[in-house]
């Protein structure tokens, strides 16, 4: 496909029949009026307008490098699938801007309406994200918190130091310090300048016409936020189509069909990271996605949009118990003795609201670290030695499979069991995610003030800054995969999982997001 392609034929491409029989429809004709109009208005105006293609099956050989602004979308969707799956990408602290759904819910009485979702918060405009700080961005070096000042770091036998600089009070250093890599331009790779970090055997898994993706590097230069060593990152983001599905359709007047759940596609985060040093080094690295889920908010049945009637399992039966600054104690407060912590097909918005869920939040909402039980991801490992990169090494091929076979039977091969879950009754959409991370942060948004910044149109927003339709407490499930916070200043860890990254060694940390469906609605 060309990369080049126009939005108008990119809509098309997007919003094509979805057929009975679940094949591909043949036809390239633009989409038919039954189709959510704000779904156009997504591709086809505001920040849509110009933007970048990713690759399908291929990396994207842009003519200039250059020519890349950094609020400029880059575009990765399924080819002629709906319901569909499509992401924007912001080279801009490699920030996922729109999270599109589009759900066929399949009602007779509604004309087969598709409705369409943006299932992550933000304001309207890319460059609102300049201000609106951390919302859907990589965060790094380290996420989380570390406490400012001087630190000595070990691991494997190779020593060093850093002074890492406050920017939450004088006392904590949060998500990579005063610029981290969320204030940061990314660069999209191409055919001529392709990544480095990512081998001949993996790439050759993204060839696929279901497949679409983007890779992005960006170079953190020594002492950067007090961190040292050159650190060189590159972060691949791919949707992989679902397989082989079959629909099931009722006539009027026909008892109603079971209601079978859909696989939308799956999105994939991948992100490694290689020190450049000729001399032994040693540095901290803890990278995540701080994207915010909110999966009914494009619905705009109330004034603002919670997350409160979703419900979350998480894998976990303890949370950190954090001291002052919210900083770790490198204990854990267990799920039987604080049932607030437990999360097993809950609701998010049960139990007392008054002082939440958060062990050093007084307002509304989760604000925790969970240690996760994710026993199956111990045979991918967060770091592989350097002597084993080669072009044959593959890290990914489990990775990126379908989620179902061509005869519609789950796929997964090694990959580890999901470690999240979030739903909605409301909208049918579900959301599961596995890693090889041994932690999640969980936080609900609870520092979101209305008043303060833009909410997205399809959001019920105005989508203008400081209009005062923001974004309130509670209207988002923000779930950060990362190692524990802080791990590299607890013993326990030593040599371990501490969060540290060596000369010789690759970071390999990845996540997968696959997308469900339900139909809300008689069949």
């Given at each position: 496909?060309?990369?080049?392609?126009?939005?108008?034929?990119?809509?098309?491409?997007?919003?094509?029949?979805?057929?009975?029989?679940?094949?591909?429809?043949?036809?390239?004709?633009?989409?038919?009026?039954?189709?959510?109009?704000?779904?156009?208005?997504?591709?086809?105006?505001?920040?849509?307008?110009?933007?970048?293609?990713?690759?399908?099956?291929?990396?994207?050989?842009?003519?200039?490098?250059?020519?890349?602004?950094?609020?400029?979308?880059?575009?990765?969707?399924?080819?002629?699938?709906?319901?569909?799956?499509?992401?924007?990408?912001?080279?801009?602290?490699?920030?996922?801007?729109?999270?599109?759904?589009?759900?066929?819910?399949?009602?007779?009485?509604?004309?087969?309406?598709?409705?369409?979702?943006?299932?992550?918060?933000?304001?309207?405009?890319?460059?609102?994200?300049?201000?609106?700080?951390?919302?859907?961005?990589?965060?790094?070096?380290?996420?989380?918190?570390?406490?400012?000042?001087?630190?000595?770091?070990?691991?494997?036998?190779?020593?060093?130091?850093?002074?890492?600089?406050?920017?939450?009070?004088?006392?904590?250093?949060?998500?990579?310090?005063?610029?981290?890599?969320?204030?940061?331009?990314?660069?999209?790779?191409?055919?001529?300048?392709?990544?480095?970090?990512?081998?001949?055997?993996?790439?050759?898994n993204l060839q696929s016409p279901n497949t679409s993706y983007a890779i992005f590097r960006l170079i953190s230069p020594d002492g950067n936020e007090g961190f040292p060593g050159k650190l060189v990152t590159e972060a691949l983001v791919a949707l992989i189509g679902p397989g082989e599905q079959r629909r099931k359709y009722r006539a009027v007047g026909e008892p109603p069909l079971e209601t079978p759940e859909y696989d939308l596609g799956s999105i994939i985060l991948v992100y490694r990271a290689k020190l450049d040093e000729k001399e032994k080094v040693v540095t901290p690295v803890n990278l995540t996605q701080h994207w915010g889920f909110n999966l009914e908010a494009s619905l705009r049945d109330g004034p603002l949009p919670t997350v409160l009637e979703h419900t979350l399992t998480l894998k976990s039966d303890r949370a950190a118990k954090l001291g002052p600054g919210a900083l770790p104690t490198h204990n854990y407060l267990l799920a039987e003795d604080y049932p607030e912590h437990g999360h097993f097909a809950k609701k998010i918005g049960y139990l007392s609201p008054q002082r939440g869920y958060g062990v050093h939040h007084d307002d509304f909402g989760p604000d925790d670290f969970y240690l996760l039980q994710n026993e199956g991801a111990s045979h991918i490992p967060t770091r592989i030695p350097l002597s084993s990169f080669d072009s044959k090494l593959d890290l990914i091929k489990e990775i990126v499979l379908p989620s179902n076979d061509a005869q519609g039977n789950p796929t997964r091969g090694n990959r580890p069991a999901s470690v999240a879950e979030l739903s909605s009754a409301k909208t049918g959409i579900k959301l599961l995610f596995d890693t090889n991370q041994h932690g999640v942060m969980f936080y609900t948004n609870i520092g979101a003030n209305p008043a303060v910044g833009a909410r997205k149109k399809i959001h019920g927003g105005s989508g203008i800054k400081d209009h005062g339709d923001g974004y309130g407490p509670g209207s988002a499930a923000f779930l950060e995969f990362h190692e524990p916070i802080s791990a590299f200043l607890d013993p326990k860890n030593k040599d371990k999982e501490d969060s540290l990254l060596t000369t010789d060694e690759l970071y390999h940390n990845y996540v997968r997001l696959d997308v469900k469906f339900t139909s809300i609605n008689s069949v």
């Open positions: 496909m060309d990369h080049a392609s126009s939005s108008t034929s990119l809509a098309s491409i997007c919003v094509k029949a979805f057929i009975s029989d679940r094949r591909l429809a043949p036809s390239p004709e633009p989409p038919s009026p039954t189709v959510d109009p704000l779904f156009l208005a997504v591709w086809l105006c505001g920040s849509m307008s110009g933007n970048s293609r990713g690759s399908t099956g291929h990396i994207s050989n842009f003519n200039s490098l250059q020519e890349m602004a950094e609020f400029k979308p880059v575009l990765l969707a399924l080819p002629s699938l709906t319901p569909s799956l499509a992401v924007e990408i912001l080279p801009f602290g490699l920030t996922l801007h729109r999270v599109i759904v589009q759900a066929d819910e399949c009602s007779l009485k509604r004309s087969n309406y598709a409705k369409t979702h943006d299932i992550v918060v933000g304001p309207e405009s890319p460059e609102g994200h300049a201000t609106q700080k951390y919302v859907n961005t990589i965060i790094g070096r380290f996420s989380n918190r570390i406490p400012a000042g001087t630190h000595i770091i070990e691991r494997n036998g190779i020593k060093g130091q850093m002074t890492v600089i406050a920017n939450e009070g004088p006392d904590v250093s949060l998500h990579g310090g005063i610029t981290g890599f969320d204030s940061m331009s990314w660069l999209q790779l191409n055919a001529e300048n392709p990544p480095t970090l990512f081998t001949a055997a993996e790439l050759s």
